[in-house]
């Protein structure tokens, strides 16, 4: 089965620090793939997202290019910010049509040191 | 917009009792719900999809009668853990879509944690 598998936390950067938080993913066919952003005390917010192979999702500073080659979908950010602490999913929707079901990995925490 | 809340934020119950857990769409109308459990360190799971109107379908491993779901409306789903025990202590999140936001996106509630003593 699908499955999405991303890199264990916690990480902790200082402010302007440069941020890759890296994602594998395992689908059949042509998943979409996503980044969700969960802060504090609130519930998951889609961050980007990629429907094809080739495709960057980019929102609020961070991008992510979908790799089909390498079954990858890694979160990158140039300079983070304190506000950037959250924890971030890596999740994929099948490419089956009517498939709605959300894959997700198991979430990084990264906390903004100033 | 397209926000989605959950009542209650947390629940402390005793073994063998029932908890409700609503979630709730507040500006649109959502078709279809969705039920995530998450265990600590562990990514969301997937209990269930249900659509308005309809029954809920249940993932594999999912025990429907112990997981009661309702959707009765368009904006209201409540998910019942009948007569819980300890291992089923766990985060609670609800996620919502419907025809106002694009079908494709689903938007989560920020989850309920239940713990049962």
């Known amino acids: 089965g699908d499955s999405v598998t991303q890199m264990e936390g916690p990480v902790t950067l200082s402010e302007e620090a440069f941020l890759t938080i890296n994602c594998t993913y395992t689908?059949?066919?042509?998943?979409?793939l996503f980044w969700y952003v969960q802060y504090p005390g609130e519930g998951l917010q889609l961050l980007l997202k990629?429907?094809?192979?080739?495709d960057k999702g980019s929102n609020k500073g961070f991008e992510a290019t979908y790799r089909k080659e390498t079954t990858s979908f890694h979160l990158e950010k140039g300079s983070v910010q304190v506000s950037d602490s959250a924890v971030y999913f890596c999740?994929?929707?099948?490419?089956?049509?009517?498939?709605?079901?959300?894959?997700f990995g198991t979430g990084t925490r990264l906390t903004i040191i100033p | 917009g397209a926000v989605v809340s959950q009542h209650p934020s947390w629940v402390i119950c005793k073994s063998g009792t029932s908890v409700k857990i609503e979630c709730r769409s507040l500006?649109?109308?959502?078709?279809?719900m969705f039920w995530y459990r998450q265990f600590p360190k562990q990514s969301l799971m997937l209990m269930a999809t249900?659509?308005?109107?309809?029954?809920?379908?249940?993932e594999q491993g999912v025990e429907k009668d112990k997981f009661l779901i309702n959707h009765a409306s368009l904006t209201l789903s409540t998910l019942t853990v009948t007569s819980a025990h300890p291992e089923d202590s766990s985060f609670y999140i609800c996620?919502?879509?419907?025809?106002?936001?694009?079908?494709?996106?689903?938007?989560f509630g920020p989850g309920t944690r239940l713990t049962v003593l």
């Open positions: 689908a059949t066919g042509y998943p979409s």
């Open positions: 990629a429907t094809k192979a080739d």
């Open positions: 249900s659509n308005e109107g309809s029954k809920a379908t249940y």
């Open positions: 999740a994929l929707r099948g490419s089956n049509f009517g498939n709605e079901k959300l894959t």
């Open positions: 500006d649109f109308q959502a078709t279809t």
């Open positions: 996620s919502a879509r419907g025809p106002g936001t694009g079908y494709n996106e689903q938007f």
